[in-house]
């Protein structure tokens, strides 16, 4: 497996394989792109599957044993079953959609090789989440919730960003997954980096906190060091475990101003018009792989992680033995970046606490 200076050692990727979309949510950083698309913008030189199935396949070279395919939307791809179908043996294949088109074609996707979904979902109001999506396709996502879980796609992940527009619903959608079988809450911090607007941004230890109150159990997941809470429903017998049958999966991504999230980033990324990226918030280590040959994509793929730097690589230190670790008196001080100081002062509490299990 191949590792950068920071000793990341890069397991997964991650493909956007359009840049179109049916929905305009007000957030969205498009995967690294910005605020530049419209909805259903004319396609721009998306990869073909050929050239998405190249890379996969030098990626598996390399170790690497995850894809996430995401966009834009995915699903307005007509041939992903057939990538999906093409995904080296080796990788675990999942997608992250707006949920609208698996209605009818979940099903397909399984049988391609699709292992997990997520499905964005950032209300369970019909009118709030218009207000977000600008879309009314709200029936159809729910639709689509239904048709993975039918498919067999269980546990499904709602990912709801967090803002100022939506994070008076984190109550309700945490009691939603708790009381429903097979679907878990994935909470993201709403990023702005790429799309502006500061202002929306909200202080994700709050919900921590809040979620650490109500839990019955938290973990820590390898990847990015994100927390997992285990919440009961209130519905289940007192002596019961809290697992996925009688309760539901809150996971926090928080990478906002946080060097350990990026500390342990283990992806690399492509655009959907074939360009490799070392991290979502940066644009200036693009390297396309256009009409390249698999042994110039091998080359690039290595040059590409060579040159990995965590965005919050400046609050790194090398310990005593010459490895790379997140600074612990930078996880003591507030605010990094907080330059217009319309938000409030991010607070780190400093990594795992004792007890804490930790998941792949
Ligand atoms: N800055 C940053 N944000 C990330 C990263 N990974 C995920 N996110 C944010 O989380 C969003 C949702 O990610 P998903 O693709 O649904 O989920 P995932 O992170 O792949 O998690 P799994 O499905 O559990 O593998 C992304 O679109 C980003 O907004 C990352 O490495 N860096
Ligand atoms: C860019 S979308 C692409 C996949 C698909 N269209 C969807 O919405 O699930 C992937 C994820 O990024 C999240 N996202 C978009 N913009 C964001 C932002 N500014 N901050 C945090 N998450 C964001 C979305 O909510 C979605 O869950
Ligand atoms: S559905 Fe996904 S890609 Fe489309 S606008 Fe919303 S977040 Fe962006
Ligand atoms: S380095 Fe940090 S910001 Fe960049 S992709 Fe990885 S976790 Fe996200």
Redesign the pocket.
């Known amino acids: 497996m191949l590792a950068d200076e920071f000793g990341r050692e890069v397991s997964g990727v991650r493909v956007s394989l359009t ?1 179109r ?5 007000v ?5 690294g792109l910005g605020d530049t ?1 419209g ?1 259903m913008a004319a396609q721009d030189h998306e990869m073909s599957a050929d050239d998405v199935v190249r890379f996969l396949e030098v990626a598996a070279e390399f170790d690497v044993d995850s894809v996430k395919f ?4 995915p699903m307005l791809r007509q041939d992903l079953e057939e990538i999906i179908r093409r995904t080296p043996d080796s990788m675990e294949a999942s997608m ?3 949920g609208t088109f698996l209605p009818g074609r979940a099903e397909a996707l399984v049988d391609a090789g699709l292992s997990r979904v997520n499905v ?1 979902q950032d209300a369970l109001d019909p009118e709030q989440f218009a207000a977000v ?1 600008q ?1 009314g396709a709200y029936d159809r996502v729910l639709e689509g919730v239904e048709a993975a879980l039918d498919a067999g796609l269980a546990p499904v992940k709602l990912n709801m ?1 967090v803002f100022e527009k939506t994070a008076g619903y984190v109550p309700e959608m945490v009691d939603h997954v708790a009381e429903n079988d097979g679907l878990r809450l994935q909470l993201i911090e709403y990023m702005p980096e790429l799309v502006g607007k500061p202002e929306w941004a909200i202080d994700i230890d709050r919900v921590h906190d809040w979620l650490g109150e109500r839990a019955d159990r938290v973990e820590h997941r390898e990847m990015h060091d994100r927390r997992r809470y285990w919440i009961r429903d209130e519905d289940a017998p007192e002596e019961a475990d809290v697992d996925g049958t009688t309760g539901g999966m809150v996971e926090i991504v928080d990478p906002v101003e946080n060097p350990t999230f990026c500390a342990n980033c283990h992806r690399v990324r492509v655009t959907h018009d074939g360009y490799l990226k070392g991290c979502l918030n940066r644009n200036d280590d693009l390297r396309s792989m256009g009409e390249m040959s698999k042994a110039e994509i091998r080359e690039t793929f290595r040059e590409t992680v060579a040159n990995r730097v965590p965005f919050y690589g400046e609050y790194m230190v090398r310990n005593g033995d010459g490895e790379w670790e997140v600074n612990d008196e930078y996880l003591d001080t507030p605010a990094v970046s907080d330059t217009d100081g319309s938000r409030p002062e991010p607070v780190y509490d400093g990594g795992v606490e004792d007890g804490y299990g930790s998941t792949d």
């Open positions: 840049d979309c049916n929905f305009d949510c957030y969205c950083h498009n995967e698309r909805p995401t966009g834009g939307e992250t959609t707006n964005s999506t879309s960003v």
